[in-house]
C-alpha cells in the first residue's frame, strides 16, 4: 500500500472524528442571534410622517360681482407683487364710472342753477318798489277821497242856504239857482262815492302787494332748502362716483407677493358673484412640513428639536429641520386601521438652503409626502443593545434574554433613552453580556444556545 493512501485514509478519519465531536457538543443546543452590549450615541425620537405645506397662501378673489376676463396664467408660472394677475372686465367699470360722474355733474349743474338768485333778488327789489309805488297811490287816493269830502260838504251847506232862502221868500231865489245847487251836489255825492271806491281798492291792492316782498323771500328761501336737498343728493352721487372708482381700480387684481400660482379656478370669461375664487398664490421660499404627532408621543417634543426629513421626496440624503410651532389643541383622527387616535400638528421649518436645494433638484412642492422624524433628547457613550431584544413581561416590566456561558438567562432591565433601533440599558446588563435578539416565545430561561452574533461572520 502506498505512503499516499495511507496519508489520505487518516485525513478522512480526522475529519469523521471531529464533525462527531462537534455533533456531541451541540447537541441540545438552540440556535440564536444575539448581540453584545455595546457603547453609543443614541437618540430618541418621533417618527411620522408629515406633508409639505405653505404657512400663508394669498386668494385672489372676486371683490364683487362683475364679468372677469380670461385668465391667461396657470399653476406653476411665478408672479411679481403688485403683478396684475386677473382682471375684471374694464369696459363696465368704466361705464359704472361714467355714469356716476354724470350723476355728479348734473346734480352740480342744479346746485348751481339754484343758487343764482339773480331774477329772485331782482323780483325782490322790484316788489319793494310796487309797495312804495302803492303806498303813494293810496295816499293820494286818500287826499282826493278827502277833497272830494269836503267838495260835498261844500255843495250840501251851498244846498241847504238855497233851500233855507228859497223856503223864506220864493222869490228871492230862482229856479234854476235852486236846481243848479242841487246839480253841484249831486256831481260831489258821486264824486266823493268814486274816490272811496277807488281809495278802499287800493287799499285791498296795497294790502295784495306788501305781501309780494314776503313771498318772494319765501320763494328764495325755498330754493335754498332745494339747494340743500341737492347738495345732499350731490354728496351721495359723489360717493356712488367714489365707489365707482374704487372698484374700477380693485378691477385690478394685482399678486400680494412674489411667488407662484398655486391653483387656477377660472379660466375663460365668465360673470362671477362676490368672494369667488380665481387663483391661489404662494410664496415655496416659505415652504415648511406639517405632521400630525401622537398625542402621548407629541410630550415629550419641544420647539427647537432637531429634525430629520427622509422619503423618496426627500432623495438619498435626509434634510435637517426644527420643529417651529406645536398647535395647542389636538384632534381626532381615524388611522388606516379604523382605530381613533389623539394626534397634534407640529410645524417643522426647513433652511433655505436646504429647501432651496430640494426645490431644485427634487422639485420638491406643496402638499408632497415626507417622512418626519423628531429628536426629542440624545446620550453620548450609553450603554445600549438593539431595541429587536427587549420585551415586556406578563406584569409589563422591561426584560431581555442574557447569555451568559452558553445558557439563556431572563433580565430585567430598567430602560432609558429607546428608538426604533437601539435602547439604552441603566440597569440589568452588564458590559460584556450578550442578549439574544428576537427571541422566539418557546426560547425559555436555562436554555443552552448556538449564538450567531451579529456582525460577525
Not at 374700477?248 to 407677493?257: A, D, I, K, M
Not at 427587549?390 to 406584569?395: D, E, I, N
Request: proline letters at 3%.
Amino acid at each position: 500500500m502506498s505512503r499516499s493512501i495511507i496519508v489520505g485514509g487518516v485525513a478522512v478519519g480526522a475529519v469523521i472524528i471531529v464533525v462527531v465531536v462537534f455533533a456531541v457538543v451541540l447537541a441540545g443546543r438552540t440556535p440564536v442571534e444575539s448581540a453584545q452590549v455595546s457603547r453609543a450615541d443614541i437618540r430618541e425620537y418621533v417618527e411620522e410622517q408629515g406633508t409639505t405645506r405653505l404657512p400663508r397662501e394669498f386668494e385672489i378673489t372676486m371683490p364683487f360681482a362683475a364679468r372677469v376676463d380670461s385668465i391667461l396664467l396657470k399653476e406653476g408660472d411665478p408672479v411679481g407683487k403688485g403683478e396684475i394677475v386677473a382682471q375684471l372686465n374694464r369696459f363696465d367699470l368704466d361705464n359704472d364710472v361714467a355714469v356716476a360722474q354724470a350723476a355728479v355733474d348734473r346734480l352740480t349743474a342744479a346746485i348751481a342753477e339754484s343758487g343764482d338768485k339773480t331774477v329772485e333778488t331782482t323780483g325782490y327789489e322790484q316788489t319793494q318798489s310796487y309797495v312804495e309805488s302803492m303806498d303813494l297811490t293810496v295816499q293820494a287816493a286818500d287826499e282826493q277821497r278827502r277833497s272830494a269830502k269836503k267838495k260835498l260838504d261844500v255843495a250840501l251847506n251851498q244846498l241847504n242856504r238855497i233851500k233855507e232862502a228859497y223856503e223864506a221868500n220864493p222869490r228871492s231865489v230862482t229856479l234854476d239857482i235852486f236846481e243848479q245847487a242841487e246839480l253841484t251836489h249831486i256831481e260831489a255825492e258821486v264824486s266823493y262815492t268814486q274816490t272811496e271806491l277807488i281809495y278802499n281798492s287800493l287799499q285791498a291792492i296795497q294790502s295784495a302787494t306788501k305781501l309780494l316782498p314776503t313771498a318772494v323771500m319765501q320763494y328764495i328761501a325755498r330754493k335754498d332748502l332745494t339747494t340743500a336737498v341737492r347738495e345732499r343728493e350731490q354728496a351721495e352721487a359723489q360717493a356712488r362716483l367714489d365707489m365707482a372708482t374704487v372698484r374700477r381700480e380693485r378691477g385690478r387684481l394685482t399678486s400680494p407677493v412674489d411667488g407662484v400660482v398655486l391653483h387656477r379656478e377660472i379660466i375663460d370669461e365668465q360673470f362671477l358673484p362676490a368672494g369667488q375664487r380665481l387663483l391661489t398664490i404662494g410664496r415655496l421660499e416659505e415652504m415648511e412640513v406639517e405632521a400630525d404627532i401622537l398625542s402621548q408621543d407629541v410630550v415629550d417634543v419641544d420647539i427647537g428639536d432637531g429634525v430629520e426629513l427622509f422619503g423618496p421626496t426627500i432623495g438619498a440624503t435626509p434634510v435637517l429641520g426644527t420643529v417651529k410651532r406645536i398647535y395647542p389643541a389636538g384632534f381626532t383622527k381615524i388611522s388606516s386601521l379604523g382605530v381613533e387616535q389623539q394626534r397634534v400638528r407640529v410645524i417643522v421649518t426647513i433652511s433655505s438652503e436646504h429647501l432651496q436645494q430640494l426645490r431644485d433638484q427634487q422639485k420638491l412642492g406643496v402638499g408632497y409626502r415626507v417622512r418626519v422624524r423628531i429628536y426629542t433628547s440624545q446620550k453620548s457613550n450609553a450603554q445600549v443593545i438593539p431595541r429587536s431584544a427587549l420585551f415586556r413581561s406578563m406584569a409589563g416590566v422591561w426584560q431581555v434574554f442574557a447569555i451568559r456561558d452558553g445558557v439563556t438567562s431572563l433580565q430585567p432591565v430598567k430602560v432609558g433613552l429607546m428608538n426604533d433601533e437601539s435602547v439604552e440599558i441603566l440597569e440589568g446588563l452588564n458590559p460584556e453580556d450578550h442578549v439574544v435578539l428576537a427571541p422566539e416565545t418557546t426560547l425559555e430561561e436555562g436554555t443552552r444556545v448556538t449564538e450567531n452574533i451579529r456582525g460577525q461572520d
